[in-house]
Structures are given as structure tokens and as C-alpha cells.
């Protein structure tokens, strides 16, 4: 049986989201305002959509592929935990050499939901030997 995610609308423009096809990941964030978004400029858009999501697991907001592509909009911070009840608003920005306009009911984000797990933090004096150890960016060639 699929997850149940409860979502309310506080916007009565507001589209609910929903798998595009069986088996995506994603399901489309739609803005319920326009925007004019200029190149290096971010905007919070909003959704006028709550969720409750299941102890256990998260929102993850991600970009559409297509308007990442082909105009630059990116989706920035994007973590929504299962305890927060508040509006989701989406932060954009414009990579892009042009303005971007985003109209009402435009899909302009992806939400995807994961489980995840808490963890025990344990501080500790070392840590174990690894083949990496502490090389870092470029380490594994290009």
C-alpha cells in the first residue's frame, strides 16, 4: 500500500500534487501567484499547500529538470520535516541570462518524499582509517 501524505490547501488556487506517471519520483509544486524573476535573483514562491508528512520521512524539494535546463531556475534549500505543518514556499533562483516569468499555477519545483533515518552522534578522539581518509574535492580524479 502507498504512503498516505495529507495535504491542506490554504490558497483555493492551489493544485494538489500528484505522481505524473506510475513510478515517478516526484510529484509537481505549483506556484499560485506570478513572478517576474531576474537573472541572479531569488524569489520564495508559494504553494498555498500543508503537508503532513509520516514520522520518518522528509519532503525533498528539487528542481524541474526542464526549467533547470533550459532556463536556469533552481530550486535552493529544500528539506521539509514531517513535523513542520506551515505553508511550503520554494525558494528559486535565476542562473539564467534572461528574466524567467512564472505564472499562477506554473509547475515550477518537484517534491519527493524519503524515508530517513535519526542517528546517535558520538563524539569521539578518532575515527577509523578509511582507503579515502581525508582527501577531498578533485581526490578521485575528473
Do not use: W
Request: proline fraction near 4%; charge should be neutral.
Amino acid at each position: 500500500m502507498p504512503l498516505e501524505i495529507k495535504i491542506k490547501k490554504s490558497h483555493p488556487e492551489a493544485i494538489v500534487p500528484r505522481h505524473a506517471k506510475d513510478g515517478d519520483a516526484g510529484m509537481d509544486l505549483c506556484s499560485v501567484e506570478n513572478y517576474s524573476l531576474s537573472p541572479s535573483e531569488k524569489a520564495l514562491v508559494k504553494t498555498g499547500l500543508h503537508f503532513e508528512i509520516p514520522k520518518g520521512y522528509f519532503g525533498s524539494i528539487r528542481d524541474r529538470s526542464g526549467l533547470a535546463v533550459k532556463y536556469g531556475i533552481h530550486a535552493l534549500a529544500g528539506v521539509i520535516d514531517s513535523g513542520y505543518r506551515g505553508e511550503i514556499i520554494i525558494a528559486l533562483v535565476n542562473l539564467g541570462k534572461e528574466n524567467y516569468e512564472i505564472k499562477k499555477g506554473e509547475r515550477v519545483a518537484q517534491i519527493i518524499i524519503q524515508p530517513h533515518e535519526n542517528c546517535n552522534v558520538i563524539e569521539v578522539k578518532e575515527l577509523a582509517e578509511s582507503e579515502r581518509g581525508s582527501d577531498g574535492f578533485g581526490s578521485t580524479g575528473r
